[in-house]
């Protein structure tokens, strides 16, 4: 892992994605490549007729304070020995950083906490990311104090495409794991792909895995791996995001929705 995407916002959730970024650099020597949105829309303002036009003094404004975030900011990259690079640029969010994002190998961003939305908060951005980025997306609780990616790993596997996808994508960071947990739930019916294969895959890449079939116990697949998350003490996840976009809106499976409301670790997703 090479380029780290960081998502630059004035938001609640700034700090834990700048201690995520600084974390993860450390931990594989990769460069920061800093991307900064102005979001137009907010600047829109509608005359008597309905027609909309961009307010000069509101874009002055923005463009003086996003300034003054970038310098701070860049302050904190220096003092920490990091390598960055600096992108600026208005328009869709979500477009953006998919756009800057190309040949990222990861694209960090926040989850905004459950329950009912501050303006401060983070946006709900990582549903649209996981489903059409290229690269995988690190999810981070607005509240986490960075990403311990030395810590316990936990893989939610279930054979699937997605799940293939996010384990092969985050083989760079498991390497770093302390611990690398594969997890399944329990469930009646076969697996083409069994988590033994999951195993066998990391094996050849150096990486020891202990493999659990979590049991439902009347739980919902969700629950029963937020259960496994807590028992195994678990420092970041990484699963396939469920998925597809449809008119702009990103319909997600109910595991992936759930698990994003609800954790409280990193995640790294990949679709």
């Known amino acids: 892992m090479k380029t780290i995407l960081l998502h630059i916002r004035a938001d609640n959730g700034m700090e834990s994605r700048l ?43 923005v463009r003086r304070q996003d300034e003054e975030m970038r310098h701070a900011l860049e302050e904190r990259l220096r003092r920490e020995g990091m390598a960055w690079d600096w992108h600026y640029r208005s328009g869709d ?11 990222a190998d990861a694209m960090l961003v926040s989850l905004p906490p459950p329950g009912r939305r501050q303006a401060d908060d983070p946006a ?23 990403f311990r990616c030395s810590g316990r790993a936990m ?69 029963a791996l937020s259960h496994a998350c807590h028992e195994l003490s678990i420092d970041w996840m990484v699963m396939g995001a469920f998925g597809h976009s449809r008119l702009r809106e990103t319909i997600f499976g109910g595991v992936t929705r759930y698990i994003l409301a609800e954790t409280r670790v990193p995640l790294l997703l990949a679709h």
């Open 93 to 103: 969010l979500v477009q953006g950083l998919l756009e800057t994002g190309r040949l």
């Open 124 to 146: 709900p951005i990582v549903a649209d990311l996981a489903v059409n980025s290229r690269a995988p997306v690190l999810a981070i609780p607005s509240m986490a104090k960075g």
């Open 19 to 61: 201690q995520a970024a600084f974390d993860l650099s450390r931990a594989t020597g990769a460069h920061i490549s800093c991307l900064q949105i102005a979001p137009l829309p907010e600047l829109v303002a509608a005359d008597l007729y309905g027609s909309g036009y961009l307010v000069p003094e509101a874009i002055d404004a």
């Open 155 to 223: 893989v939610a596997w279930d054979g699937s495409h997605e799940a293939a996808s996010a384990l092969t994508a985050s083989r760079t960071l498991l390497r770093v794991a302390s611990e690398v947990h594969v997890v399944t739930v329990d469930e009646r019916t076969k697996r083409d792909f069994p988590p033994t294969d999951a195993a066998e895959y990391l094996s050849r890449h150096g990486i020891a895995v202990e493999i659990h079939e979590w049991p439902r116990k009347d739980r919902s697949v969700e629950e």
